[in-house]
Structures are given as structure tokens and as C-alpha cells.
């Protein structure tokens, strides 16, 4: 409750990222830190809502907050892969990643051949690097390297009944991808809150009320940060 005029009465209730330093009741299941309504850690502002994020992958529209996945970034409120990739089963890989250094082809497997004037084993046309072999569009193995398959399949790479995924990963479709919201880190999937004004360009899920703009997660226009998080309030 507040005190006005001499009495007490019922504090107001306000959405979230609105103001509590008059005594305001946090709603949308927000919570007032730093006299301002905030959402909890792993939730986004929604139109005044703390809400779970949702995930959507490459090519969505990220309008309404949504959290890119599979590697993409919200780009002009669309989730596009980052330059250098290509969709592939719902994830962005490299479209012409290297697969190593070299000198000659002995030293390039999984598919690949030496070019030798960068120095670097690369994919040949119309293929495309996941994991440590080349790999079609249609997820056809090609692979010089027989004992691949015996390996285990962190995420980003093929995988079978015989070749389980791990680090969290699941086998869709031949190849290992992280559950929705997830990136591989350290070939393990991983749920990662990035705040306001830090990278969001691994897919990172930004926290703060924040958005994720061109790798960054940034405020709004009229916003700046505060602790941790986007706020419209005059900082003192």
C-alpha cells in the first residue's frame, strides 16, 4: 500500500518496464528492481508480459521479440544467417568453411580438398562444411574418412543410429541440432542470456527488454541501459 493525501490506499499495479518507485505493484510478472518493473532472467518484455522466449528459426520473422535460432540474428526484424552461411536443416553453417590447413590433399579429410594458395582444406562446389566433413544440401555424407562415422556427433555434425548425438543434441533429419532457444558451446548446447550492449551474434538470447540488432543486443530508440536492462527512465 501507499500513503496519499494522509491515507492509505492500494498501490497500482503496472506492466512491466514501467516504473515502482512510488510503491507501483510490479505486474506481468515482472519484479521492481531499481525502481523499475523488471522482468526475471530468462524471460522477455512482451507488451508489459514476462514471457518465456520463443524460438523461431532462420528466415522468421523476429518482430514481436522472437529469438532466433539456429546461429541467426534478428536482422531488420528477420532472422537471416550471418554472412559467409547458408540455411541448412534449420541451423546456418559455413557455406565455404575451412575444414583445416594444408599443404597437399593427403592432410584434408571429411570431404575436402587442399587448396593450396590460402593454405586451407575447403569443400568442394556445391557442398558445405558441418561438423569435420562436407556435406550436400540434401544432407548426402561424402566423406574420405571411414572412421568418421565411428565418432562420436557433437552437434552441427551427422549422425545415425549407429553415430548417437551428444552435448545435448538431437538427430533430425541426419545431423545433430541443439533444441530450439540453444547454441553449441563447446560442442555442448547451451541456453545463453546475453545482456543488454553485449554480442548476440552466436545466437545469444537477449535479456534486458533488449533486442538483438546487427550482433548486438541493443535498446530501443528511446531507451538506454541501467542495470542490466533497457529502461526509458532519466538515469540520476
Request: net charge negative.
Amino acid at each position: 500500500m501507499t500513503i496519499q493525501g494522509g491515507a492509505c490506499r492500494i498501490a497500482p499495479t503496472v506492466l512491466a518496464g514501467s516504473s515502482c518507485a512510488g510503491g507501483e505493484r510490479c505486474g506481468g510478472n515482472s519484479v521492481c528492481i531499481n525502481s523499475v518493473c523488471t522482468c526475471p532472467i530468462n524471460t522477455l518484455n512482451q507488451n508489459g508480459m514476462c514471457r518465456s522466449p520463443v524460438s523461431v528459426p532462420p528466415q522468421s520473422s523476429c518482430a514481436n521479440q522472437e529469438v532466433c535460432s539456429g546461429g541467426s540474428n534478428c536482422i531488420n526484424f528477420v532472422c537471416q544467417c550471418p554472412p559467409d552461411t547458408q540455411i541448412f536443416g534449420a541451423q546456418c553453417v559455413a557455406s565455404s568453411g575451412s575444414l583445416g590447413f594444408c599443404t597437399n590433399q593427403i592432410q584434408c579429410g571429411g570431404g575436402s580438398l587442399c587448396d593450396t594458395q590460402r593454405g586451407v582444406c575447403i569443400c568442394p562446389t556445391g557442398k558445405i562444411a558441418v561438423g569435420s566433413v562436407c556435406v550436400n544440401t540434401v544432407g548426402a555424407l561424402e566423406t574420405t574418412n571411414k572412421d568418421d562415422s565411428l565418432l562420436p556427433a557433437p552437434p552441427l555434425s551427422t549422425c545415425s543410429d549407429e553415430r548417437p548425438c551428444t552435448g545435448g543434441a538431437l538427430c533430425r533429419n541426419g545431423f545433430c541440432h541443439c533444441e530450439a532457444g540453444q547454441i553449441p558451446v563447446d560442442d555442448i548446447c547451451q541456453y545463453v542470456i546475453a545482456e543488454p550492449g553485449t554480442s548476440c551474434a552466436s545466437g545469444q538470447t537477449c535479456s534486458g527488454n533488449s533486442y538483438c540488432i546487427k550482433g548486438m543486443c541493443s535498446c530501443s530508440s528511446n531507451e538506454r541501459i541501467a542495470n542490466g536492462a533497457c529502461t526509458n527512465e532519466l538515469i540520476t
